[in-house]
């Protein structure tokens, strides 16, 4: 190898170390499973067959590597933390105290409400079951005589927390990137078509989209995070709507002819044609003898 072989080698290694190098508003994709530290209960994972393990499988959940934001604040702090100083393909295992996870518990999040206000709802309260009050997420924590208690509080505040997680890969492709912030943003990056140039993004939406009041909500956020971690100045979504092609005239179907006259008639005798009667000599006038 020359000098200058070795050179150029030294310096492809060195900007792939850098490309690996993890920093604030990168995106990643990560394998993750997290427990409560003090129970052992799994809250999530990417591992399709530890959560039918652990039976918290979701059907609607997408499994695999996830794009994660790094260092701007979308995960638990501890976890955000730790991720920074991360190396790509490596597993780690980390604990989380409250005060770097989901915070510790309120105890004014902790509220009584009567029965008939669940069984307006055709709710049949119980112990753990997750339920929506005006417009809030709460879990039911205790049951009394014509009263639920429910909880506010994410129900990961207060525990410890223990994660195990590795860093598959640093997507750098910006392409790659926006379909990964669609995927993250939407649940899918199925059907949408990305063209960027430079730091111009345009993004044709699939027939889905169109219609779809998630996607009004969603938009806004995919906005923010293409300009967050590709630092895109302008983007575009494309709706397109093709005039529908006329149909073409099918032909008429053949008129049914009554039974009748699909019955085989039976053929004519052919006909013969009439030969005049020969008449006997006492048959004829005096003018037939004459002749």
């Known amino acids: 190898m020359t000098e200058n072989e070795g050179a150029k080698k030294h310096q492809e290694k060195k900007d792939e170390a850098r490309s690996e190098k993890i920093e604030a508003g990168n995106l990643v994709l990560v394998e993750f499973s997290g427990w409560i530290e003090d129970s052992d209960e799994l ?3 990417t591992d399709e067959s530890l959560a039918k393990e652990k039976e918290i499988f979701d059907e609607k959940a997408v499994y695999g590597p996830q794009p994660l934001i790094v260092g701007k604040e979308r995960l638990f702090p501890g976890l955000d933390e730790h991720m920074l100083k991360a190396e790509a393909g490596k597993e780690y295992d980390l604990v989380i105290p409250p005060d770097k996870g989901a915070g510790p518990r309120d105890p004014k999040l902790v509220e009584l409400h009567p029965m008939r206000e ?7 309260p119980q112990v753990g079951m997750e339920v929506t009050i005006r417009n809030r997420r709460a879990t039911i924590i205790a049951m009394t005589a014509g009263r639920v208690r429910i909880d506010f509080n994410n129900r990961l505040a207060g525990r410890t927390l223990r994660y195990k997680y590795k860093i598959v890969k640093k997507p750098t492709k910006p392409k790659e990137i926006a379909e990964l912030l669609l995927r993250m943003s939407y649940g899918t990056e199925e059907g949408f078509e990305v063209e960027h140039h ?3 993004y345009k993004v044709k939406l699939p027939d889905a989209c169109k219609y779809d009041q998630k996607w009004l909500l969603t938009k806004y ?3 923010t995070d293409l300009r967050e971690v590709l630092d895109a100045e302008t983007v575009s979504f494309v ?3 093709a005039k529908p092609k006329p149909k073409e005239e099918e032909p008429a179907p053949a008129e049914a002819k009554p039974a009748e006259e699909l019955t085989e008639k039976p053929e004519a005798e052919p006909k013969t044609e009439a030969k005049p009667v020969e008449k006997a000599p006492e048959e004829l006038s005096d003018d037939g003898r004459d002749a």
């Open 43 to 45: 809250f999530d994972t």
């Open 198 to 200: 430079g730091h111009d």
């Open 221 to 223: 956020r995919v906005v």
């Open 118 to 124: 669940f069984l307006r709802q055709d709710i049949e």
């Open 239 to 241: 709706e397109e709507y």
